[in-house]
């Protein structure tokens, strides 16, 4: 199979800190993972593309200062969200490609709080 | 650019009945491929089912089968025999062939509620 773990599930951080999301595909290699943003009853927004060994891939309007995206290894891609605001309260998900197959793996995402 | 779009922001169907949900897309592309996911309450995406668009036989898997129109641009997705555990919010996605590396390209999605 492809699985992809995404921690942590849940955090609470004070406003002005940062907090740091992993992403990792535990059975394969994922080249390429992707960082999405989802709020409630609405759909995915893609923030991100991270390839490993470079730089990520911001979607227009993301502020690649805020949301550090890390893709240091084939199997770990990180999201840090710096000087956490109540505005970037929401739910992250993750999700980790792998070429032999078409399909994408998602990670089981994380709702962050600021407060 | 692609573009998916799902017409239909809520959706209700009882037990064991059937029930569709609608999708269509817009692409220049010929060849691509097209999912359907669903986030239940547990937000977990579960790949529900995919289709080839080079393939013109319709996907399906147990109860979950697509109609799969390619001219009209349309994948929708049958439920049939409806069960509690179907109730979840359902995205429709695409992703280029060309461009195997990019990201999927959701639909708004279709929120499925299920009563017994």
């Known amino acids: 199979g492809a699985v992809v773990s995404q921690h942590p599930s849940r955090v609470i951080c004070k406003s002005g800190t940062s907090v740091k999301i992993e992403c990792r595909s535990l059975?394969?290699?994922?080249?390429?993972m992707f960082w999405y943003r989802q709020f409630p009853k609405q759909s995915l927004m893609l923030m991100a593309t991270?390839?490993?060994?470079?730089?990520?891939?911001?979607e227009q309007g993301v502020e690649k200062d805020k949301f550090l995206i890390n893709h240091a290894s084939l199997t770990l891609s990180t999201l840090t969200v710096t000087s956490a605001h109540p505005e970037d309260s929401s739910f992250y998900i993750c999700?980790?490609?792998?070429?032999?197959?078409?399909?994408?793996?998602f990670g089981s995402g994380t709702r962050l709080t600021v407060v | 650019a692609q573009t998916v779009t799902q017409s239909q922001p809520e959706m209700s169907v009882q037990e064991a009945e059937t029930v569709t949900l609608s999708c269509t897309y817009d692409?220049?592309?010929?060849?691509?491929?097209l999912f359907w996911y669903k986030q239940p309450p547990s937000r977990q995406m579960i790949l529900v089912i995919r289709?080839?668009?080079?393939?013109?036989q319709n996907a399906t898997e147990n109860r979950f089968s697509v109609n799969f129109q390619k001219a009209a641009k349309s994948f929708s997705l049958k439920i049939s025999d409806s069960q509690l555990g179907d109730a979840a919010m359902y995205f429709c996605?695409?992703?280029?062939?060309?461009?195997?590396?990019?990201?999927?390209?959701f639909g708004k999605g279709t929120t499925l509620s299920v009563s017994s």
């Open positions: 991270s390839n490993e060994g470079s730089k990520a891939t911001y």
């Open positions: 692409t220049s592309e010929s060849d691509y491929y």
């Open positions: 059975d394969f290699q994922a080249t390429t």
């Open positions: 999700s980790a490609l792998k070429l032999t197959v078409y399909g994408y793996t």
């Open positions: 996605a695409y992703r280029s062939v060309d461009q195997a590396g990019t990201a999927l390209i």
């Open positions: 289709q080839e668009a080079y393939k013109q």
